[in-house]
């Protein structure tokens, strides 16, 4: 059945379906201890469901049947026939991540025999959940006499809402609001929000009763302990408000079913064209025909979503098209330039001016599409904090510790790919702060602190960056312990480390090989240290910064670029070759003249606003020519906490700029993270600042 | 004929950098033996010539014949590796195959097209790790081999393993090209 | 001859785009789709359709109620509908049947049953 693109597209939307589900099931963990709210209920079921249907049709059988079993429970607790434990809330969390971790597998991950054990273990605790509770006896709905012709259009979820309703003595409502057809979604919605407070809605019931062509009647079934006239009131004009079930019992017609008597399914009547032996009351078709109807308007409307999904490879395409814009710009602007000036005769000149206006509005509109498709790419960073707030709730409750995890800023949004990428680090992080910076209730209470520990997970937005904070009030870190531990592992020299002071002496921890405790608790994961946090986010070109206080707490900043896709270069000439340096991690330019160069152990230094950095000759590192200079122009490179000046020979500008990675077997070349196209088609290649500095720190802060 | 002093500039004007293969396989015809008996269906193969020898490569293995675009050097890479070039938005390595298979003694540097005599073009190669050019001093065109009658490589040292072997056509010696150790 | 036009409801966009593509191959036909029950209440008096092919399980109004104004609706009344769900329940099913669905499919199902019963109820 499936054509070619069936598995991508499985997976794209049933990775969509089961964000939504995390989402959901989050909220709904957070909520624990209290009465599920019914809506929460039945999306997170619906979303169950939906995966279930939808990996059942693509023949991913794992998956649904997981699915399948998680929906019988969440059908169960939805129904109300089972309660929210915690036991059933925490196979819930624990199915959401299998299902996940299957997900990953049917798109081409290695399958894992943990995933199939966890899976079998699910697949018996949900069955033995779902079949906690029995059947109510006596049906409610029996009783306050429910017209059959409205009940037999209820799903078995509708009716168990109405039973919840007159079980706890709500009277049952029917609002009839008639709408134009063109716009009666939003109107619904209007009225919806308006009914919401006053009660539930259980079901929505398209009419046709008012059977002219361009409006459409609904009832709404509308549980509500407020008095009519409140209701009406609250809905004023919109509709009209009728009691459900004060009505009289209308006697059934012949043709409509006992709604509990059971039932044989009608024959297949092919072709069903001309009669509906279902319906007594049955219209002659000449004067229904609608031959004549609907011919006029035909919009198109093979499909209304509002929405399209977007493999992020035709994104990077579209920005590699504007790149390409980007360079035709600057050539532009390079020939009005050149015209302008060569203006001896008036005729060029007043064309480079022409051309310089236009050239300006090429820009505008330039920078307008740049912006457009950047935006698309944007995806808030609450994708993953929803993920990092369940895996982050059930490791507190395994770790034992008291602790209030709080995240703020969900919905600043980040390039996508940034924000996928995001996911590892920040979970080592936390997971930091569980395992050391918060202490047990005990030694907090002896320490005059609150027995709940706080760790927040914050974003924000400072104009073109993104500032993660986490943090956590606990220990915080022992620069004695750390120094003494740099040095066992031989990380730095004694003699070092006293020079050091505080901040660096901190960001030894990002070191490689380099752990504060022996053992490695379960909850940090084996092998992995703060120093491929600091990689990953490198890679990312992101700074990570410390602020630690001895017995207050530790909080890491993380301070992101918004997108990786275009970034502003800036252009730099090292003997006869051109270099761009991305400007996200430069932090400022000076110049200093030769003398002012001083040596440290043999190392040349720079003083920059008091602070010294090591200094170092891109044309030295790369084997190019030395010129002699007058001056030498330093870019001053932040990244991490690492800073370095950067001596090159001159500054040619500034450009946007979207690096392509060098071809197959050039790949690795160490301080090059690929090339860009300027204005003359040259190849310019781009300084990998992560790698560079990197690389250079390396045999100062390693023992000989 | 042009003044040679512009004949730089005239060949960067038409810079076209995707003269393709098929212009190449028209001429295939004139090169190839005449009068062959041809029992098997002969291999096509790209010839070109590095300093005084003649190369051959699979046609197969050939994407695109560019005259030679701008060539950015590398830092820290081997010597037989002139630098990147930009194929229309690709950045491709282009190798000094001469200076790889120890033709010459000493690197040469080149930047671009103005480096360079005119005949002087890009071969780019397929390869599965990363498609690659070739700088070769001129491209004579196809000419067609029976597989049959190709020799193995001579021993001729480590410097030659490059050399997949040799074959024979019209009087002339094709040196052919193994092209994933050419690269390596 | 004029293709008969079909209209899909199914809020999930793959699973639409299978049951599209099955009966795409029935032939003969031009395929609808809407996205949830409100879209089509939207595009049902627009078109003149010769088979109507829903979900039960829908964000805004549910399967059943679908299947119940359509049958309710002098206009549409003679319209054949499907049900295609993943919801095995026998109470929906029933409904959907009593309610006048002429075929109730529970996924997951071959794709060439659903083809086939395209051919049969528009006489291919």
Redesign the interface.
Known sequence: ???PR?LS??V???NE?LETLAHDVAVLDAQRGREPEPDLLNAIF?AA??L???S????QERI?TLAHHLEDVLDALRLGKVLASDALLDAILDGVDVLTLMLREASGEAPSDETARRATALTETFVRLASGGQQTAVDVLDEVGLDPAIR?????Y?EHRLRENVKKGIALWKVRAVFS??D??QR?AGLNATLKPLGEVI??????QP?D?TS?AFDLIFGSPRPQHEIETAVQTMASVQPLTNKPVRPRLVSE?EPDAP?T??A?????????V??PEL?P?S??S??G??QG???S?????QTV?VDIARLDGLM?VIG?LLTVRANIHRLADVARQAGATPLPKLWGQELQKEARALERKLDELQAGVLDVRMVPLGQVFDKLARLMRRLVRQSGKDVHFEVSGGDVELDKLIVEELSDPLMHLLRNALDHGVETPDRRIAQGKDARGLIRLKAQQLGNQVQIEVGDDGAGMDEGRIKQVAIERGLVTRELTDELERRDLLNLVFLPGFSTRKDVSELSGRGVGLDVVKTNLARLSGLIDIDSRRGEGTTFVLTLPLTLAIIRALIVGVAD?TFAVPLNSVTEIVAVKPAELRTIERREVLEVRGQTLPFVRLSRI???QELPVERHFVVVIGLAQERLGLAVDALLGQEDIVT????????G????A??T?LG??????VLDVAALVEELKRPQAAVG | MANPRFEAQLARFFYRPDEDVGAWLELAPEIAEAGEVAEELPEEFLAFELGAEVYAVPIGAVREILKVPAITGVPRVAEHVLGVMNVRGEMLPVYDLKQRLRLVDAPQRVTGPTDLPRESRVVLLKDPEGDAGILVDRVQGVVRLPLSKLEPAPNLGADRRAVAGLGRAGGNLYILLDVEAALA | MEPFKVLIVEDSRATREMLAAAVDLAGGVEVYTAVSGFEALKVLPRHRFALIITDINMPDINGLELINFVKKNPNYRHVPLFVVTTEGRSQDRERGLQLGASEYLVKPFESETLTALVQRYLKR
Do not use: C
Not at chain 1, 152 to 156: A, D, H, L, R
Not at chain 1, 203 to 208: A, F, V
Not at chain 1, 301 to 305: D, F, K, T
């Open positions: 059945m499936a054509p069936a597209e499985f794209a939307e049933a379906v619906r469901h939906s279930k249907g939808l059942g049709m693509f023949g649904s037999s259009v209820f799903t078995e509708e057809l063109d009666f979604d619904l079901s929505t019931l398209p009419s046709s059977g062509e459409i079913p039932r399914r009608p297949p009547r092919p072709p069903v064209f001309a009669s509906d279902s319906s219209t078709l004067s229904s609608p031959s109807v609907m308007a035909e919009p409307l093979r499909s209304l979503a999904r590699n390409e070759r790369f084997g190019l392509k990675p060098l071809g197959g077997r050039l790949k070349v160490p301080g090059i690929g090339a196209e003359d088609r040259r190849a310019v290649l």
